[in-house]
DNA sequence: GTTTTTGACTTTCTCTGACTATAATGTGTT
DNA sequence: AACACATTATAGTCAGAGAAAGTCAAAAAC
C-alpha cells in the first residue's frame, strides 16, 4: 500500500524486531541507506513506536550513539494495554489506586509492583504539583510504569 | 553493543572488578593497551566509575603511580536512605537514573522494581509538565518509590 | 486539514592533546 | 649522611573538535 517513506522505514524496523524483539540502530546509518534525512527516523519513532503501541525506545548520542527499540512483550497484554488505554491522559487518585489494585487482584502485576505503582501515582508524591496539573501527570506515570511492567515478563 | 571506546573500556574495568571488587591499573598501560590516549581513561572513570555510581577512585601520580577502583557497598536501608536523601527537592533524569541504577546493581533493589521507577522518573512519563517543573516533581516520586520499597523489607 | 518530509539549530557524549601537578629517583655538594 | 636540586615517571585538568542523536517549525504531500 502506502509506500511513503514513513511505511518503509516502519516495516524496516517491524521486520528487525520480528527476530529479537529488539533491534538497535544508528540513526544516521539507516537514513542514510534510506537516503532521507536523520530526523525522519525520530518522527517515525515518534508516531508508529510509541508506548502507547508497545515500545520502550532508549536511545544515546554522541560518538557510538545509537537508537534501541524493545517491543513490550506482554503477559496479560489486554488486562494491562486496557488499563494503559483507560489511564487516558487524566486519571484521578482514586481511579489509579483501583486500576493498581484491580491487576494486583488478577495476578497481572505482583505485590510489590502495586506498592511501587502506588506510591508514585499517589498524591503525595506529586504534592510539588498544582492539583490541576496532577492528574494528567499521574496518568502519564502510571501508563510508564504499566508499560514497563510489561517489559519484564520473560 | 555500543562498541565506542568508551564502552570497551568500561566493560574492561567491570569485568576487573567482578572478581576482587577492587581493581588497580596504571593509566598509561592501559591506555597503550587500548591504543588511546591515557586521559581517556580519566574521561571513563568521571563519567562512570562515579561516587553516584558506587565507586571510589583513588590514585597516585609520579613514579609508581597508579588507579585503584573500588566499589562501595552499603547495606539496604541506609543506602535507600542515602539515596532518599540524595534525591533532595530535586532531580533531573540521569541523576534519578543514575540513582536508581545504583541500588540495581548493589542489590538493593531488583530488576523488576528497578524497572518500574526508572519509568516513572523518565522525562517521557513527566512529559505532560514543563521542563521547569519536572525535577520537583521527578524527586518527590522517586523518594516516595523508594520510601515504599523500603517498608517491604524483603 | 492532517500527515510527512526536510533542514537548521541544539544537546549530549566521546576523544584528543597540550599543559599542569605530584611522586620517586638520581646526582652533586657540604 | 644530609641536603638541595634536577630529572624522570606518572596521573590530572581542561578546552576544543568531532560524532551522534533530539527538537521544532515550516514546507510539501496527501
Same mark, same amino acid.
Given at each position: 500500500?502506502?509506500?511513503?517513506?514513513?511505511?518503509?522505514?516502519?516495516?524496516?524496523?517491524?521486520?528487525?524486531?520480528?527476530?529479537?524483539?529488539?533491534?538497535?540502530?544508528?540513526?544516521?546509518?539507516?537514513?542514510?541507506?534510506?537516503?532521507?534525512?536523520?530526523?525522519?527516523?525520530?518522527?517515525?519513532?515518534?508516531?508508529?513506536?510509541?508506548?502507547?503501541?508497545?515500545?520502550?525506545?532508549?536511545?544515546?548520542?554522541?560518538?557510538?550513539?545509537?537508537?534501541?527499540?524493545?517491543?513490550?512483550?506482554?503477559?496479560? %497484554? &489486554?488486562?494491562?494495554?486496557? $488499563? =494503559?488505554?483507560?489511564?487516558?491522559?487524566?486519571?484521578?487518585? #482514586? !481511579?489509579?489506586?483501583?486500576?493498581?489494585?484491580?491487576?494486583?487482584?488478577?495476578?497481572?502485576?505482583?505485590?510489590?509492583?502495586?506498592?511501587?505503582?502506588?506510591?508514585?501515582?499517589?498524591?503525595?508524591?506529586?504534592?510539588?504539583? %498544582? &492539583?490541576?496539573?496532577?492528574? $494528567? =501527570?499521574?496518568?502519564?506515570?502510571?501508563?510508564?510504569?504499566? #508499560? !514497563?511492567?510489561?517489559?519484564?515478563?520473560?
Amino acid at each position: 500500500m502506502s509506500s511513503s517513506l514513513s511505511s518503509q522505514i516502519t516495516r524496516m524496523l517491524l521486520d528487525m524486531l520480528e527476530k529479537e524483539g529488539t533491534t538497535e540502530i544508528r540513526r544516521n546509518d539507516l537514513a542514510q541507506s534510506l537516503g532521507c534525512v536523520p530526523s525522519q527516523i525520530n518522527y517515525v519513532i515518534s508516531s508508529r513506536f510509541t508506548p502507547e503501541h508497545g515500545y520502550i525506545v532508549e536511545s544515546r548520542r554522541g560518538g557510538g550513539g545509537y537508537v534501541k527499540i524493545t517491543r513490550v512483550s506482554l503477559d496479560s %497484554p &489486554t488486562a494491562i494495554m486496557h $488499563a =494503559v488505554n483507560s489511564a487516558g491522559t487524566s486519571i484521578d487518585p #482514586l !481511579a489509579a489506586r483501583s486500576c493498581i489494585l484491580n491487576l494486583l487482584s488478577r495476578g497481572v502485576i505482583d505485590k510489590s509492583g502495586a506498592r511501587l505503582m502506588l506510591s508514585a501515582v499517589d498524591d503525595s508524591a506529586l504534592r510539588p504539583l %498544582p &492539583t490541576e496539573q496532577r492528574d $494528567a =501527570v499521574r496518568a502519564s506515570i502510571l501508563k510508564q510504569m504499566l #508499560l !514497563a511492567y510489561g517489559k519484564d515478563d520473560k
